[in-house]
């Protein structure tokens, strides 16, 4: 065997064992790694009353309702799997709505509705120009846009 | 003996990879092949931003703030392709002692790191507007920054083998810095999969696109011009290391009288 075909041998283990290693410790980190917590974890795994998370998820159509106060919200949010209520004081994202992707930060009460300190809109893969949104939206109920 | 004459030896050693191993052979090359990549690099990017910026309709949900895609798209492309390029030079240089694919990596880093940087920034303008934030934490994110900060390193440690003579070439720890580095690609790829994250999923993928054709062709342009580009100014690099080598080697025999 010449140098050469050692040297290619040794250098593709190395990086077939880096990229095995690589793999491995991103799957362990699953679910540390993991960006927020879906309705669905905080059911099976329970999040207790007080620790301060990020839930994600999708914001239940015809469940946004606005307290009196004005600047209150309340809706649930879900993963398709479970619903948990949420509440949020102060100025929501312009792409926050009713059946749009959300990641609120804060932590449930004793009664399992979660208070938020903070909101994020999160967005989908999918980009369309408008004339192209009542067609795949032309069933559900338009609410709330979120352009003018 | 010169040292780009130790692979290029008789008629077995035709294959292309050591033909190249010249320098004076590589110019011939790629002299007018810079040209023939930077042109029409630079005429597709601007076409393509011109009709992204002008022509196409704005995104049902985000608006204008969507065209940032055509910048934000091909940089993150980019990035990740240079340290796959770095990779493959790495490669090349442990393994065959390819004198180019040294230079090949030196050459690469800094516009590899420029363009992580642009995907970084722009996805910070993009991510204000549209989630409410400049800057979380997740999965996608974060293995984004860690790849500008491998190039940062990859870029000290070449210019630390530089110094210590590797005629413009970058050491093996460096090489192997840039073999290891790669692991992160395939995590950046799957980051948005393996651990749900603020970023969006993918939205090109093999089995079609979900951005709507409308909206999606002028990043075929940008993506092309772009990667045009970004060969272009890799061959301009290398061309500048093999030049300098030049006046050095010039430099240590006018020395040596």
Same mark, same amino acid.
């Given at each position: 065997?010449?140098?050469? =075909? ?10 077939? +064992? ?48 606005? +307290? ?23 100025? +929501? ?48 109920? =338009? ?6 | 003996?010169? *040292? ?39 005429? &597709?990017? &601007? ?12 995104? *049902? ?8 895609? *055509? ?42 790191? &420029? ?38 390193? *990859? ?67 940008? &993506? ?34």
């Amino acid at each position: 065997m010449k140098a050469k =075909h050692q040297r290619l041998i040794l250098a593709l283990a190395a990086l077939v +064992a880096l990229v095995g290693a690589g793999l491995l410790a991103a799957s362990a980190l699953k679910d540390e790694a993991a960006y927020f917590y879906a309705p669905n974890d905080v059911k099976t795994k329970g999040v207790e009353p007080g620790k301060p998370i990020r839930l994600g998820g999708m914001v239940v159509r015809n469940s946004l309702k606005r +307290a009196a106060d004005g600047v209150t919200i309340h809706f649930d949010v879900t993963d398709g799997k479970a619903t948990v209520p949420a509440r949020f004081s102060g100025i +929501a994202p312009d792409l926050f709505k009713e059946g749009g992707g959300v990641v609120a930060e804060g932590a449930f009460d004793a009664k399992g509705m979660f208070i938020a300190t903070n909101l994020l809109a999160k967005h989908d893969e999918r980009y369309m120009p408008r004339e192209l949104e009542g067609m795949t939206y032309n069933e559900t109920t =338009h609410e709330m846009k979120a352009e003018k | 003996m010169p *040292y780009w004459r130790w692979s290029v030896g008789p008629a077995t050693d035709a294959i292309l990879m050591h033909r190249f191993a010249n320098p004076a052979r590589f110019l011939k090359i790629a002299r007018p092949l810079t040209g023939w990549l930077f042109w029409p690099g630079l005429l &597709l990017l &601007l076409s393509g931003a011109a009709v992204g910026l002008f022509v196409t309709p704005a995104d *049902y949900l985000q608006g204008q703030t969507v065209r940032i895609l *055509y910048i934000h798209v091909p940089a993150a492309w980019l990035g990740m392709g240079g340290w796959s390029g770095i990779a493959i030079a790495a490669l090349m240089q442990l393994v065959w002692r390819h004198p180019l694919a040294a230079i090949a990596g030196r050459a690469i880093a800094a516009p590899g790191a &420029l363009f992580t940087a642009i995907c970084l920034m722009t996805g910070s303008i993009w991510g204000r507007p549209t989630w409410g934030t400049w800057w979380e934490w997740d999965g996608r994110m974060t293995s984004m920054l860690v790849l500008f900060f491998l190039y940062l390193g *990859y870029i000290a440690l070449a210019n630390a083998s530089a110094r210590q003579g590797q005629q413009g070439g970058v050491s093996n720890v460096t090489a192997i810095f840039g073999l290891v580095g790669a692991v992160n690609i395939p995590i950046i790829n799957r980051s948005v999969v393996w651990w749900n994250s603020l970023h969006q999923g993918p939205s090109i993928t093999l089995r079609g696109s979900s951005i709507d054709g409308s909206l999606l062709w002028p990043l075929g342009f940008t &993506l092309l011009g772009f990667s045009l580009l970004f060969g272009a100014i890799v061959l301009m690099r290398m061309r500048a290391i093999l030049a300098q080598n030049k006046v050095e080697a010039r430099m240590q025999r006018l020395a040596r009288g």
